[in-house]
Structure formats: structure tokens, C-alpha cells
């Protein structure tokens, strides 16, 4: 990966469905904020410009988003309005801060997946299915940088369907954002009976998922955007 500036989310928020992908990507940018602001808990930001960056068109979402994070504590202050002048503070909870929280376990990708021009392209649900997959890898583990979770698995961990999954897969492989190593169905002469015949036992492993890294940090510069803010 490169030295660009990282996002780290704890991994129990990336493979939770107790927020959904809008959410899960209004907080990646409001940790980002967090660095930005010089590592205040508590900082002013520009809500519009927030919008902006998160292809957010309506203040609602932008506040239901804020009402969700805030009632699952990532923040702490409770944000009921948002001024037509001004920004907004952010109160971040410090648990969900690396250097703040030694215990936790964190997923990081550069900032450059929080872009806006990523954002366009493959969607909320595409962004969290990057940082899904990356918290399965171990980048130590230079013989396995690959993540292989049922299809099932992920549709559970992240509250939406099988479909919606092979969906978003599909936009990420045409974005060459992700490469996706397919397993077709196969055998080890292994049999069993069912009734008064032998059945071949067929085996389907799961799909091995690798997050194309020099290309997401490439992909905003291609498409003329560089709005992480």
C-alpha cells in the first residue's frame, strides 16, 4: 500500500450491520475530520462541504446519518440541526481513535477510497465492501492477501442482501478496484449414500477478494477529482 494518509475504523464497526454503508462511510470521513482538525475530540466542520465530498444531496440524509452514529456513540454530541451559515461541532468518541484506544482492532485504507469520485462510482456499499474485505487480511501474511467470506457472511455482517453483495462485487471488478478469483464447483472422489445410490460430494469454495490498493489510490487522479477533504 502506499504512504498515503490512512483511515483506520475499528473492525467490530466494519463488519457491523448496526450501521448501514451511508453511515459507515459519513463516519470514515468524520474520523478523517478528526486528523484533520489537528486530533481535537471536539471540532468544527462545514457540513456542506461535507455533503459535498460524501455526494450527499439532501440535509436529511446527512442527519439521519449523524442521528444513527450519535445513538451508536461513535459521536458523542447530539446534532438536531444543521445551520444554513457556519459548521457544525463533531464530538468524536475517543474509543474509536487508534492512538486513544490501544485494545481495539482497526481496518485502514488510504483516504484516497473516501474520494469523491470513488464515492460516484461504486457507491456506499462499495467502500464499505473495500474496507470489509481488508479486515480480513493480514498484511503480514504476504502468502494470503486475499479475503474469502461467503457471500452469505458478508450479506449478514453488513445488513443487506446476497444480491446487493454480487451487485456492488460487480461494480468494484469493473472499476478495477477489486479482483475477484471465482471457484467453480469440484470434487475429491469422495462419496456418499443417499438412499440406495452413491452421490460424488461436490465442493465450492468461496471467492478469494483482493482490494486493488495502487489503483484506488490512483482511481480519484484519473478521474479528475482529488476532493478528499
Given at each position: 500500500?502506499?504512504?498515503?494518509?490512512?483511515?483506520?475504523?475499528?473492525?467490530?464497526?466494519v463488519?457491523?450491520s448496526?450501521?448501514?454503508?451511508?453511515?459507515?462511510?459519513?463516519?470514515?470521513?468524520?474520523?478523517?475530520?478528526?486528523?484533520?482538525?489537528?486530533?481535537?475530540?471536539?471540532?468544527?466542520?462545514?457540513?456542506?462541504?461535507?455533503?459535498?465530498?460524501?455526494?450527499?444531496?439532501?440535509?436529511?440524509?446527512?442527519?439521519?446519518?449523524?442521528?444513527?452514529?450519535?445513538?451508536?456513540?461513535?459521536?458523542?454530541?447530539?446534532?438536531?440541526?444543521?445551520?444554513?451559515k457556519?459548521?457544525?461541532?463533531?464530538?468524536?468518541?475517543?474509543?474509536i481513535?487508534?492512538?486513544?484506544?490501544?485494545?481495539?482492532?482497526?481496518?485502514?485504507?488510504t483516504?484516497?477510497?473516501?474520494?469523491?469520485?470513488?464515492?460516484?462510482?461504486?457507491?456506499?456499499?462499495?467502500?464499505?465492501?473495500?474496507?470489509?474485505?481488508?479486515?480480513?487480511?493480514?498484511?503480514?501474511?504476504?502468502?494470503?492477501?486475499?479475503?474469502?467470506?461467503?457471500?452469505?457472511?458478508?450479506?449478514?455482517?453488513?445488513?443487506?442482501?446476497?444480491?446487493?453483495?454480487?451487485?456492488?462485487?460487480?461494480?468494484?471488478?469493473?472499476?478495477?478496484?477489486?479482483?475477484?478469483?471465482?471457484?467453480?464447483?469440484?470434487?475429491?472422489?469422495?462419496?456418499?449414500?443417499?438412499?440406495?445410490?452413491?452421490?460424488?460430494?461436490?465442493?465450492?469454495?468461496?471467492?478469494?477478494?483482493?482490494?486493488?490498493?495502487?489503483?484506488?489510490?490512483?482511481?480519484?487522479?484519473?478521474?479528475?477529482?482529488?476532493?478528499?477533504?
Open positions: 500500500m502506499s504512504n498515503e494518509f490512512k483511515v483506520q475504523i475499528p473492525t467490530e464497526i463488519r457491523s448496526t450501521i448501514n454503508a451511508t453511515e459507515f462511510v459519513s463516519l470514515a470521513k468524520l474520523i478523517q475530520g478528526y486528523y484533520i482538525s489537528g486530533c481535537n475530540e471536539v471540532y468544527r466542520l462545514d457540513h456542506k462541504v461535507l455533503m459535498n465530498f460524501l455526494n450527499i444531496k439532501d440535509n436529511k440524509t446527512l442527519k439521519e446519518a449523524l442521528k444513527t452514529l450519535h445513538e451508536q456513540g461513535y459521536v458523542l454530541n447530539q446534532i438536531t440541526n444543521l445551520p444554513r457556519g459548521g457544525i461541532d463533531i464530538e468524536i468518541n475517543p474509543q481513535i487508534p492512538e486513544l484506544n490501544d485494545g481495539s482492532i482497526f481496518t485502514q485504507l483516504k484516497n477510497v473516501l474520494d469523491k469520485s470513488v464515492i460516484s462510482a461504486v457507491g456506499y456499499i462499495g467502500v464499505r465492501l473495500l474496507y470489509y474485505y481488508k479486515s480480513y487480511i493480514n498484511e503480514k501474511d504476504t502468502k494470503k492477501q486475499y479475503a474469502h467470506p461467503a457471500e452469505e457472511l458478508i450479506a449478514k455482517d453488513l445488513g443487506i442482501s446476497k444480491t446487493t453483495v454480487i451487485e456492488y462485487n460487480k461494480k468494484l471488478k469493473k472499476h478495477k478496484l477489486l479482483k475477484i478469483e471465482s471457484h467453480e464447483l469440484s470434487h475429491n472422489n469422495e462419496y456418499k449414500r443417499v438412499g440406495d445410490r452413491q452421490m460424488i460430494i461436490f465442493t465450492k469454495y468461496n471467492n478469494h477478494y483482493t482490494p486493488l490498493y495502487d489503483n484506488i489510490d490512483e482511481f480519484p487522479e484519473k478521474n479528475g477529482s482529488k476532493l478528499v477533504i
